[in-house]
């Protein structure tokens, strides 16, 4: 027999009755039944009640025991009597009566349960994360974790792909985020950039000739929290395919798809082909480009009605050039004044001046707006809405792209206060379509609005011919229930279409060639049509959890401020390694305090 196990705690069965074993776990729960004492010993199996009689020589010891302390049982598996057969737990039929114990790894008082939620703040949780991990809930956002990776691995490599790994330390490039930055020590006031994704080497694997790649990879970025979205790093299945077009990409990514959610999700979902919905066409429709096609709602364009109406609010707004907007609130006549004033509120708090309604009773239309509105108006209303006896329209008025930022925040809203949204179902959509350039908001430059390695639609004749803000580029998103799980795109491997692209941003020849010198380079010597993707990990789990943060599918996440609470992390360091490394810190005013001392082991 093992020194430490002859059986794990979630093996045992009623076969296993009359059987000699040894379990090795922790101390989840302790019970005193009238001398009795029943502990409910946990591994990263399962769970096995250990029951322990005073005759035992090392009864007296239990007094000095703390749950999570880590013991050794021998004892001899017995079956329970029907009365106290568990069956939430897969042991739940046998126990196990101790003859012999040892204790492994004592525990001090520990600073939250694990046998049940307590509500430690997640500060706490994060500090002592280990122990955070112990949790039945986050072990199994663990393991499905683990599981997901391995599901990945394994249909990739099924369908033809290779796995291989890139650099981690490489050179910065502006991808959109903020780079992670590391100091070089033998190349003094030089950095290293930790990857925001592999972007170009994956692309070079394609022009040596690798034909199709994954990673599952990690990736780095500065920048702030969310609840779908870590700070500092995140891993994705990064892919990429030579001689393909979109089509063929997408019937690869919803394989995959379709696999993953088949083995783990235990819920409906989309089955491929998913439904393919431009970029413009979202924005207009659900305000988002993450639209979440449980919910039925969307904005309908009723421009015209109000361009020469009596309410002058909205007749003013279509005047400047603006746009009305209405969305279908089904059967809500019998709803409370609150809820109408409510929906309000929340879409001022989200940047609009306010927000009309109209009700259908069935008898009349009701609404403060309805005494500017004609029969015509009012008729027409109802026809482009497809209003029913009982719903509301809601209205916006504003520029075009203030209502589909408002849009974007009343719909799911609204999808929630009226209990539209179906938390059993997976909908899965592309977006596709989307712009190649936009303007930046604050300078009005011409700037990327996805990703600069794309290839535009149309080639070098639409970058010299088109208004660059009309150019579409063969770049996709794949989008679960609002969120994003993927970007990815048709890549542009030729040079002079990439040197003119990246002339309308605003780079000329010398800062591609400075910044993308080994891929443009690559490209001058053969390169293939290629394209890819690159599904998150954390978010498809957190999607297949059912958690509503990404934390809890990370066993050692940051917090929302990117800090490491359990390691320190980010932490001063020594002036030795800083003068090693050729750098002085100079600390805003506010902040300024002496240096550290320089660590005794340096």
Same mark, same amino acid.
């Given at each position: 027999?093992?020194?430490?196990?002859?059986?794990?705690?979630?093996?045992?069965?009623?076969?296993?009755?009359?059987?000699?074993?040894?379990?090795?776990?922790?101390?989840?729960?302790?019970?005193?039944?009238?001398?009795?004492? %029943?502990?409910?010993?946990?591994?990263?199996?399962?769970?096995?009640?250990?029951?322990?009689?005073?005759?035992?020589?090392?009864?007296?010891?239990?007094?000095?025991?703390?749950?999570?302390?880590?013991?050794?049982?021998?004892?001899?598996?017995?079956?329970?009597?029907?009365?106290?057969?568990?069956?939430?737990?897969?042991?739940?039929?046998?126990?196990?009566?101790?003859?012999? =114990?040892?204790?492994?790894?004592?525990?001090?008082?520990?600073?939250?349960?694990?046998?049940?939620?307590?509500?430690?703040?997640?500060? =706490?949780?994060?500090?002592?994360?280990?122990?955070?991990?112990?949790?039945?809930?986050?072990?199994?956002?663990?393991?499905?974790?683990?599981?997901?990776?391995?599901?990945?691995?394994?249909?990739?490599?099924?369908?033809?792909?290779?796995?291989?790994?890139?650099?981690?330390?490489?050179?910065?490039?502006?991808?959109?985020?903020?780079?992670?930055?590391?100091?070089?020590?033998?190349?003094?006031?030089?950095?290293?950039?930790?990857?925001?994704?592999?972007?170009?080497?994956?692309?070079?694997?394609?022009?040596?000739?690798?034909?199709?790649?994954?990673?599952?990879?990690?990736?780095?970025?500065?920048?702030?929290?969310?609840?779908?979205?870590?700070?500092?790093?995140?891993?994705?299945?990064?892919?990429?395919?030579?001689?393909?077009?979109?089509?063929?990409?997408?019937?690869?990514?919803?394989?995959?798809?379709?696999?993953?959610?088949?083995?783990?999700?235990?819920?409906?979902?989309?089955?491929?082909?998913?439904?393919?919905?431009?970029?413009?066409?979202? =924005?207009?429709?659900?305000?988002?480009?993450?639209?979440?096609?449980?919910?039925?709602?969307?904005?309908?364009? +009723?421009?015209?009605?109000?361009?020469?109406?009596?309410?002058?609010?909205?007749?003013?707004?279509?005047?400047?050039?603006?746009?009305?907007?209405?969305?279908?609130?089904?059967?809500?006549?019998?709803?409370?004044?609150?809820?109408?004033?409510?929906?309000?509120? %929340?879409?001022?708090?989200?940047?609009?001046?306010?927000?009309?309604?109209?009700?259908?009773?069935?008898?009349?239309?009701?609404?403060?707006?309805?005494?500017?509105?004609?029969?015509?108006?009012?008729?027409?209303?109802?026809?482009?809405?497809?209003?029913?006896?009982?719903?509301?329209?809601?209205?916006?008025?504003?520029?075009?792209?203030?209502?589909?930022?408002?849009?974007?925040?009343?719909?799911?809203?609204?999808?929630?206060?009226?209990?539209?949204?179906?938390?059993?179902?997976?909908?899965?959509?592309?977006?596709?379509?989307?712009?190649?350039?936009?303007?930046?908001?604050?300078?009005?430059?011409?700037?990327?609005?996805?990703?600069?390695?794309?290839?535009?639609?149309?080639?070098?004749?639409?970058?010299?011919?088109?208004?660059?803000?009309?150019?579409?580029?063969?770049?996709?998103?794949?989008?679960?229930?609002?969120?994003?799980?993927?970007?990815?795109?048709?890549?542009?491997?030729?040079?002079?279409?990439?040197?003119?692209? %990246?002339?309308?941003?605003?780079?000329?020849?010398?800062?591609?060639?400075?910044?993308?010198?080994?891929?443009?380079?690559?490209?001058?010597?053969?390169?293939?049509?290629?394209?890819?993707?690159?599904?998150?990990?954390?978010?498809?789990?957190?999607?297949?959890?059912?958690?509503?943060?990404?934390?809890? +599918?990370?066993?050692?996440?940051?917090?929302?401020?990117?800090?490491?609470?359990?390691?320190?992390?980010?932490?001063?360091?020594?002036?030795?390694?800083?003068?090693?490394?050729?750098?002085?810190?100079?600390?805003?005013?506010?902040?300024?305090?002496?240096?550290?001392?320089?660590?005794?082991?340096?």
């Amino acid at each position: 027999m093992s020194k430490y196990r002859s059986n794990t705690c979630g093996e045992l069965r009623k076969a296993d009755v009359g059987r000699q074993v040894r379990l090795s776990g922790w101390i989840h729960s302790v019970r005193d039944h009238g001398g009795v004492i %029943f502990i409910d010993l946990r591994d990263h199996y399962g769970i096995t009640q250990i029951v322990i009689d005073p005759e035992c020589a090392f009864y007296q010891a239990l007094e000095r025991w703390r749950v999570e302390t880590v013991v050794r049982f021998d004892g001899v598996v017995v079956a329970r009597s029907e009365s106290t057969i568990n069956p939430k737990l897969a042991t739940g039929e046998i126990e196990v009566k101790a003859t012999d =114990m040892e204790v492994l790894g004592e525990a001090e008082v520990i600073p939250f349960q694990i046998a049940k939620d307590d509500g430690a703040p997640e500060a =706490m949780r994060l500090k002592y994360r280990f122990l955070d991990l112990r949790r039945e809930q986050l072990h199994r956002n663990i393991m499905l974790r683990s599981k997901v990776i391995a599901e990945m691995r394994r249909y990739m490599t099924a369908q033809g792909f290779n796995e291989f790994q890139t650099p981690i330390l490489t050179a910065s490039s502006p991808e959109g985020a903020r780079d992670y930055l590391v100091p070089s020590r033998l190349h003094p006031g030089k950095f290293y950039a930790l990857p925001q994704a592999p972007q170009q080497f994956k692309q070079l694997l394609m022009v040596a000739g690798f034909d199709r790649y994954f990673q599952i990879a990690p990736c780095f970025r500065d920048e702030d929290a969310r609840a779908d979205r870590s700070p500092g790093e995140f891993y994705q299945m990064d892919v990429e395919m030579s001689f393909v077009e979109q089509d063929e990409i997408f019937e690869v990514i919803e394989g995959l798809i379709a696999d993953i959610f088949e083995k783990f999700s235990g819920k409906e979902f989309s089955r491929p082909p998913f439904v393919r919905i431009p970029y413009r066409e979202a =924005m207009r429709r659900f305000g988002s480009d993450k639209p979440d096609l449980r919910n039925p709602l969307e904005m309908i364009d +009723v421009t015209e009605l109000f361009r020469n109406c009596g309410f002058k609010a909205f007749a003013g707004a279509v005047a400047a050039g603006g746009v009305v907007r209405a969305i279908r609130a089904p059967k809500v006549a019998g709803k409370p004044r609150k809820f109408f004033d409510d929906m309000i509120r %929340f879409a001022q708090e989200n940047g609009a001046k306010g927000m009309a309604y109209i009700i259908w009773t069935g008898e009349e239309e009701k609404s403060p707006i309805v005494k500017f509105l004609d029969r015509q108006i009012l008729d027409g209303l109802k026809a482009a809405g497809g209003v029913e006896d009982g719903d509301a329209l809601f209205f916006l008025a504003d520029e075009e792209k203030a209502v589909q930022k408002i849009g974007g925040a009343v719909i799911p809203e609204l999808g929630r206060q009226l209990g539209l949204i179906d938390p059993n179902v997976f909908k899965f959509c592309w977006i596709v379509d989307f712009p190649m350039f936009e303007l930046d908001e604050e300078t009005g430059a011409t700037i990327f609005s996805h990703n600069p390695f794309s290839m535009p639609q149309g080639g070098m004749k639409a970058l010299e011919e088109q208004n660059p803000l009309d150019i579409l580029a063969y770049q996709y998103d794949i989008v679960c229930n609002g969120i994003e799980l993927s970007s990815g795109a048709i890549r542009n491997h030729q040079p002079e279409v990439m040197y003119k692209a %990246f002339e309308i941003a605003g780079y000329d020849r010398s800062v591609v060639d400075e910044k993308f010198g080994g891929m443009i380079n690559a490209f001058k010597l053969g390169a293939p049509p290629h394209g890819g993707i690159a599904p998150g990990v954390d978010r498809m789990v957190m999607l297949l959890a059912d958690e509503p943060n990404i934390r809890e +599918v990370i066993a050692f996440p940051f917090n929302q401020q990117a800090q490491d609470l359990m390691m320190n992390a980010p932490a001063e360091v020594t002036l030795k390694q800083l003068r090693e490394l050729h750098i002085e810190i100079k600390l805003p005013k506010k902040q300024e305090k002496p240096q550290s001392a320089e660590a005794p082991w340096n």
